[in-house]
T-cell receptor, first 113, second 113 residues
């Protein structure tokens, strides 16, 4: 399957700071999805990206679909304690006509009040 | 609009036993996908069901099987449980629109002893 690498693996920041994380693939993706997962819960969809170069915002979150179509970026502005969780990028696996998702390795975000 | 629900929340089984996990899709969604998430990792695609047929499968052995019912709800069955099957099992539903957006349930935590 596709290999999706996320960096950084973990981040420990102060409340109010901005956060940037990224996801890179060895293959081209047509869609990038960003999810947030709280401990013991299912992933929650944050943002979906469908076009190379696309920049999409959802409140304090902004995500971009990389021009090469092999990467994507997620930024969180003015972080708050409830931003704590694991952030995953995901995209459809090539080769099938169905919407199966391949998930990245995750970025753990910890926010200190 | 009702979100994705899963049952049970937690389950403890013994090696060699069989288990059935259940999922109700989000209202209006006819496609259900199942994922396995081991501790500290991203979700791994098991299989997908569309119109009551298996519509793609990940790298999981045949002892992982599933069903989808006319109301789009779904079951995941695992036979001959192994210790490595201990994980969070996630169900996700998606709409017939063709988008890759999948919406996850809270998961079932399976522990095999």
């Amino acid at each position: 399957g596709q290999q999706l690498n996320q960096s950084p693996q973990s981040m420990f920041i102060q409340e109010g700071e901005d956060v940037s994380m990224n996801c890179t693939s060895s293959s081209i993706f047509n869609t990038w999805l960003w999810y947030k997962q709280d401990p013991g819960e299912g992933p929650v969809l944050l943002i979906a990206l469908y076009k190379a170069g696309e920049l999409t915002s959802n409140g304090r979150l902004t995500a971009q679909f990389g021009i090469t179509r092999k990467d994507s970026f997620l930024n969180i502005s003015a972080s708050i304690p409830s931003d704590v969780g694991i952030y995953f990028c995901a995209g459809p696996i090539y080769g099938g006509a169905t919407n199966k998702l391949n998930f990245g390795t995750g970025t753990l975000l910890a926010v200190q009040p | 609009e009702t979100g994705v629900t899963q049952s049970p929340t937690h389950l403890i089984k013994t090696r060699g036993q069989q288990v059935t996990l259940r999922c109700s899709s989000q209202s209006g969604h006819n496609t259900v996908s199942w994922y396995q998430q081991a501790l500290g990792q991203g979700p791994q695609f098991i299989f997908q069901y569309y119109r009551e047929e298996e519509n793609g499968r990940g790298n999981f052995p045949p002892r992982f099987s599933g069903l989808q019912f006319p109301n789009y709800s779904s079951e995941l069955n695992v036979n001959a449980l192994e210790l490595d099957d201990s994980a969070l099992y996630l169900c996700a539903s998606s709409s017939p629109s063709g988008s890759y957006e999948q919406y996850f349930g809270p998961g079932t935590r399976l522990t095999v002893t």
